[in-house]
């Protein structure tokens, strides 16, 4: 069983930047992502990292967020800069022992799930 505990979201104007952390305990040799869901919309894959580090992202924020762990402290993070109004969602952490490269978008390619913190961004 693996648990995910986030935190670092809240409210900022549009350019600005907020950093999430997703602290994984349990069984924790896991691929990360990061999805997020506005309302009224399907939850959507942000980015994923995998054990080697390998990283990809979502056309919408690639070149803005940036998405990193700490195996030290079996940490993930997602760094967002130039944040965007359309940017405001839930956000989400996620970890499967098994994603592949083809569906690290998919939610249903991710078995635990973290609470989701607020991100909101004002214009």
């Known amino acids: 069983q693996v648990q995910l505990v986030e935190s670092g979201g809240g409210s900022v104007q549009a350019g600005g930047s907020l950093r999430l952390s997703c602290a994984a305990s349990?069984?924790?040799?896991?691929?990360m992502g990061w999805f997020r869901q506005a309302p009224g919309k399907e939850r959507a894959g942000v980015a994923v990292i995998y054990r080697d580090g390998v990283r990809t992202y979502a056309d919408s924020v690639n070149g803005r967020f940036t998405i990193s762990k700490d195996n030290t402290k079996n940490t993930v993070y997602l760094q967002m800069n130039s944040l965007k109004p359309e940017d405001t969602a839930m956000y989400y952490c996620?970890?499967?022992?098994?994603?592949?490269?083809?569906?690290?978008?998919?939610?249903?390619?991710?078995?635990?799930w973290g609470q989701g913190p607020q991100v909101t961004v004002s214009s």
């Open positions: 996620a970890a499967g022992p098994n994603v592949r490269w083809n569906n690290w978008f998919r939610a249903n390619s991710y078995n635990y």
């Open positions: 349990g069984y924790t040799d896991s691929i």
